[in-house]
């Protein structure tokens, strides 16, 4: 399944689309089945239906784990870099992570979960992470994992609209200097939340926790239960490759975060045939992958699609500038990273912090390096290139989404001929279209529109959890008979895709999606707050930044506290990942004579340039754009 030259990959993206049956199916061949398929695709866009590998049984984690066991069993699977430097990392061998998801599938099901049930897991990046996640999914369990960052507010909605049962967490965290008090947002959460029975608590930062009788118990004590009960193995439950693997949710443009859902065949095909081919992954490489599990990138590439292709995944439990800014640069030469994927918001702070950090590094091991997240700026690209890759590696900018599973447009490593700054040409199987606002295909080269794809793929969402008629209304229905991605997108002379970012009410902010939407449900609900408009605007780390425009009419006077009780307010809310870096107060906002805000106007004035605002003679009282441009930030 892996292709090796550029006529080779002409030749598969041509027969993708021309026997698009027939490719997924010798890709599908290549995986792990205990019974195949009675139908290799149903699918319409308008309800939207989409079935691949009807009928085919299977469990993923045979897949990652049990089929490797034979001929990789005493290779590393998982190989963990602490938080701390001066503590031990520590290496999970293919067959060392069998055994302990085998254990931890056993702990789950003495805690009553079965095959069906949602399981929330709030954990740092801690091996157990990946255990938990496996031993969901060992046991036909759906996971839904929730970012560290996130609330105990934002968890509880999560929990909540999935009706989750059971919730996995550590007594604490720490990423840097900071610490988080992981057990504690649980509590808070849980006040919520009568249907979680269970809270399986990680021993982790031993920061003192209440546990509550009946409800929370210990993973080490269920683990000592399951030793005692003598069960070593846990025979993986078989699965309907389109029964539900795992929700994640992500923000959209309304107020309220949505559950994607990512069903098990499909998935699995598509993050395994996207991960070998992408970054070319050669047995015996090691590969580093610095996101988040709580995010798709690291469900796709640090957990199911390495495992799947038996490769050694570094899960990093830190941040980049702890210690110092060399830090992943250490991790590099520690574990002879061979693969290096990151994020453009990490390498331009890394950027900044010069050549000094670098000093001393050893970074011969690199081959191949990658990006994801937003879109990797030139000055950005270069750096990475000379700097990390010293003109030797390849860098695949790979663009996907939450929704899409797993790559969409990504250059295949020593295959695809780069651009700095483009995410190259879809993979094959994947049909992406530019249209206008009417939807209108705009054919050609040379030419910019709306990013839709017009053909199923194995990796893509089925539906949004318990709310099907939000998936199409969100996806489908923008522009019939098409995926509509939200990103804007050029199409350059030689059709090479370049992603211009968000066409819709969506910020990416450090690579993480938050609805202006949800930003501003959190700012007013501040007591003194009348209303609030949210936009991005260029920020030379982050990508965007949050710009806040806050009508607060009866402040006592102290601007500086008004503005931290909306922070405090924010990151109650929602999480401090979404706090706004800027908050202007105005006396109102822009409005049309039907009261919409006029976003556009407010962007403008957010990214500084207020030369030419447009049309504002459309506007309820034109004068407020006077003051609010008076006072911008
Ligand atoms: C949005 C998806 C997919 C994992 C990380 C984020 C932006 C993603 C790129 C890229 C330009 C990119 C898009 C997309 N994005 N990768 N290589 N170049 N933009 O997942 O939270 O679902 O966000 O991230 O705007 O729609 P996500």
Known sequence: MKITSFPEYEQAYKKSVE????????????????KKWDKILNWNFTEPKIEWFKGAKLNITENCLDRHLETMGDKPAIIWEPNDPTEDHRVLTYKQLYDKVCQFANVLKNNGAKKGDRICIYMPMVPELAIAVLACARLGAIHSVVFGGFSAQSIADRILDAECNIVITTDGGVRGDKKIPMKTVIDDALVRCPSVKKVIVLTHTRTPVSMIKGRDVWWEDEIKKVETQG??????????????????????????????????GGYMV???????????????????CTADIGWITGHSYIVYGPLSQGATTVMFEGVPTWPDAGRFWDIVDKYKVN?????????????????????????????????????????????????????????VDTWWQTETGGFMISPIANVTPLKPGYATLPLPGVQPILVDEKGEEILGNGVSGNLC???????MLRTTYGDHERCRTTYFATYKDLYFTGDGCLRDEDGYYRITGRVDDVLNVSGHRIGTAEVENAINMHSSVVESAVVGYPHDIKGQGVYAFVVCPNQHGDQELARKDIMMTVSRIIGAIAKPDKIQFVTGLPKTRSGKIMRRILRKIAEGDTSNLGDISTLLDPGVVEDIKAGAL
């Open 270 to 288: 598509y993050a395994g045939y996207t991960f070998t081919n992408a970054f070319q992954y050669e047995p015996g490489e090691v590969y580093f």
């Open 339 to 395: 693969i290096f994927y990151t994020a453009p918001t990490a390498i331009r702070s890394l950027m900044s912090f010069g050549d000094e950090p670098l000093k001393g590094k050893d970074l011969s091991s690199l081959t191949k390096l990658g990006s994801v997240g937003e879109p990797l700026n030139e000055e950005a690209w270069h750096w990475f290139d000379e700097r990390i890759g010293k003109k030797k590696c390849p860098i």
């Open 231 to 264: 069960n070593k193995e846990f025979i993986a439950e078989e699965m309907d490759a389109e029964d539900m693997l795992f929700i994640l949710y992500t923000s959209g443009s309304t107020g309220k975060p949505k559950g994607v859902v990512h069903t098990c």
């Open 19 to 34: 026997q698009p049956e027939q490719f997924w199916k010798e890709i599908a061949d290549n995986f792990l089945w205990r």
């Open 453 to 459: 794809i017009k053909f199923p793929w194995p990796g």
